[in-house]
């Protein structure tokens, strides 16, 4: 919310200034880190009540070579390190402020003692992935906005070809892996500090209706997230919890009503739910769950998929 808020301009309060947006007021140079400072402090402020909560993507290197996968870095730093380094570790990431220097505001000491582990659990909000190259050692014909002064070039496609499956989103891209490298990036970085998918979801267009209630690319998409975050498990993550977004069809920030993320179709004009293909097996798939083992039942792409006649049979 503050690189959209405030770098680009894209959401409220719509603050930016060029080359990073076209907004009447602002300075994504200077105001991204005081609204960040200030968002960090209020965190710190009111810990036993607030739950933090990260909308991210994994990011992989465009190129096999080392420039790009330092942009890696520097682009997860921006991304994730910004927020939470401070409530755990009680400062801004070295990498952060390497590059952004005196235009970083400081911590005080008092300050930096409230901060760090002044958070019970990280909440992660993982959809998609992408591809960074390195615009800080080579040329770069654009350099994405969102991520600053991180320098990359972020881009779904490596030499034409998709990261992922492409769906409704031109950014969107349904990346598997990305759950279980993200989940360990946290992991590693914050010593196993307890997690929870917060957020995890495939957008559809609106169509015809028959087209929508069937809809397989979700199945396919949520099957491949939970398989890949059971990997993670399995490694040692300490992750809590899931949660998918979102039960219904909603008002989607930006989208408005032209994407739909629930399990359930809503009618907007008549606001009749109806459960969606995806809803009947993933309560085939929770329920399977109650019967087998404690945690998240194995799944894989192939064998994980009810048929549509045994789905509508649930």
Request: contains cysteine; neutral net charge; proline residues 6%.
């Amino acid at each position: 919310m503050v690189a959209s808020g405030y770098i680009i301009g894209t959401y409220p309060p719509g603050r930016c200034s060029y080359p990073f947006g076209d907004c009447q007021a602002g300075d994504s140079e200077i105001e991204p880190y005081l609204a960040a400072h200030n968002v960090i402090l209020s965190h710190a402020a009111a810990s036993d009540i607030y739950r933090r909560k990260y909308k991210s993507s994994w990011i992989e290197p465009l190129r096999d070579i080392p420039v790009d996968r330092w942009a890696v870095q520097r682009a997860q730093a921006f991304q994730i390190a910004w927020f939470v380094d401070p409530v755990v570790y009680g400062d801004y990431p070295p990498e952060i402020r390497q590059l952004v220097g005196s235009r970083l505001p400081t911590f005080t000491t008092e300050q930096r003692e409230k901060l760090r582990s002044s958070l019970d659990f990280i909440g992660i909000n993982q959809y998609t992935s992408f591809y960074v190259k390195d615009c800080m050692f080579t040329p770069c014909n654009s350099i994405d906005s969102f991520l600053g002064d991180a320098l990359v070039y972020r881009t779904g496609e490596r030499d034409g070809i998709p990261i992922g499956e492409p769906t409704v989103e031109s950014t969107f891209y349904d990346v598997p892996s990305g759950m279980e490298k993200m989940v360990m990036y946290y992991k590693k970085r914050y010593n196993n500090t307890p997690m929870f998918i917060t957020e995890n979801g495939y957008p559809q267009g609106n169509g015809v209706v028959a087209d929508v209630l069937n809809d397989t690319s979700r199945i396919n998409y949520l099957q491949g997230y939970l398989a890949s975050l059971a990997v993670a498990l399995r490694k040692g993550a300490d992750v809590r919890g899931y949660f998918i977004w979102s039960l219904v069809d909603n008002f989607e920030m930006l989208y408005g009503y032209t994407i739909r993320f629930g399990l359930h179709y809503v009618d907007y004009t008549t606001l009749e739910r109806t459960p969606k293909l995806s809803a009947k097996w993933y309560k085939q798939f929770l329920a399977e769950g109650k019967e087998s083992k404690p945690g998240i039942k194995l799944l894989n792409r192939t064998s994980i998929m009810p048929t549509a006649e045994r789905m509508y049979d649930v």
